[in-house]
């Protein structure tokens, strides 16, 4: 179970030796891959306040802050949360962590655009603290009842009707290794320069 005391949202510090983040922007890109495989360790409280921290950092448009999270440890609810898609989320139930990302549309219009940065900033800490995480979307997602993903997700947490689900954020420590990204992949043909097709 996640405990926080109070002073932890009003400047807690986490103490994060510098040895375990990565040594630059673009080895931590490289290395980020979806993990969908997770070991039984837990996470640490003070690996939890990292990455909620790095999530109620991230940009919004117009300084709305319109997202909000929930951060689910509790094994029960993480199992019922894994099946809120009828497939690519089952591995859910493995992980030490589930974010949930949500954000009210009638704050900002672009809430969709805000929460995707939020949950990408909470994947990028994740693999900064050695992490595994991935992203499973909600937004336009069904059970495999046929019910909204969306709808499912609410029910379960208690989520207050004008918030919407855009996705949540699986993490755990990595239940396997993954090669990190190979730059001859990289599809160059899709980058234009001055203009469509330009080189």
């Known amino acids: 179970m996640i405990f926080f005391e109070h002073y932890e949202f009003k400047g807690y510090i986490c103490r994060v030796k510098n040895e375990d983040f990565m040594k630059s922007f673009s080895e931590l890109i490289k290395q980020r891959r979806s993990m969908r495989k997770f070991t039984d360790e837990e996470l640490t409280q003070e690996e939890v306040v ?32 894994s099946r809120c898609k009828e497939m690519g ?81 699986a993490i755990g420590h990595k239940g396997m290794e993954r090669k990190p990204f190979d730059e001859s992949h990289l599809q160059w043909e899709k980058v234009h320069i001055n203009k469509y097709g330009g080189e």
């Open 50 to 81: 990292t990455l909620l921290k790095a999530a109620l950092m991230s940009p919004s448009s117009k300084r709305s802050n319109c997202w909000q999270f929930i951060a689910v440890d509790d094994k029960e609810t993480l199992d019922k949360l």
């Open 89 to 169: 989320s089952s591995f859910l139930k493995e992980a030490s962590l589930a974010i949930v990302v949500l954000a009210d549309p009638l704050a900002s219009d672009v809430w969709i655009e805000d929460a995707s940065i939020a949950s990408l900033m909470i994947q990028l800490q994740a693999e900064d603290l050695g992490l595994g995480s991935c992203w499973i979307q909600v937004r336009e997602r069904y059970t495999a009842t046929g019910m909204s993903s969306d709808e499912y997700v609410h029910g379960i947490l208690g989520i207050p009707l004008q918030l919407q689900v855009l996705s949540i954020v």
